[in-house]
């Protein structure tokens, strides 16, 4: 068993695992951060998709010796603090549109969708219909039209 330390949801954090324990594992059962949901534990569905260095990732498909000490793992839990509020403008746009079904895809969705307005607006300009169309987040229940709604719009408050 080795010790791990990393920055997560703004709090430098320690834990042991052996080293080939992927980071989802990590976060749900050794830490009790569950926002980041199980799906299919091999990077297809990208329902664990969290944020590592303000980047999307899927904690899934990563053993948590390749975190160094400074990375910066977000999770939906601490999305919010990334903006010092209550509720992060893109789960404010999620709401508005009344975007979850059963819910259980949409803590990926939401951080997927903040990693790519981001991305759109590291390029200097705004987040555009091809861009979601690389969003690859599965949802069972098929809210993709609100999803693409509320993403435009939680972006415009970014
Ligand atoms: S659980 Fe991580 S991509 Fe499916
Ligand atoms: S809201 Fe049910 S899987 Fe997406």
């Not at 999305?79 to 079904?101: R, S």
Request: include cysteine; hydrophobic fraction near 40%; proline fraction near 4%.
């Amino acid at each position: 068993m080795a010790s791990h330390t990393f920055k997560l949801n703004g709090e430098r954090i320690t834990v042991e695992a052996e080293d080939d324990v992927r980071l989802l594992w990590v976060l749900r059962d050794l830490l009790g951060v569950t926002g980041p949901k199980y799906g299919c534990g091999l990077g297809v569905c990208q329902a664990c998709t969290s944020h590592i260095n303000g980047k999307a990732f899927n904690p899934c498909s990563v053993p948590v010796a390749t975190i160094a000490q400074d990375d910066e793992i977000t999770t939906i839990e601490g999305l919010p603090g990334t903006v010092g509020k209550e509720l992060h403008p893109m789960q404010e746009a999620w709401l508005d549109l009344d975007v979850a079904q059963c819910g259980y895809c949409q803590p990926g969705q939401i951080m997927a969708a903040v990693a790519k307005v981001r991305q759109a607006a590291d390029a200097g300009r705004e987040i555009s219909d091809a861009d979601l169309d690389e969003i690859r987040n599965i949802c069972r229940c098929g809210t993709y039209t609100r999803i693409r709604e509320a993403i435009k719009a939680g972006a415009k408050n970014m």
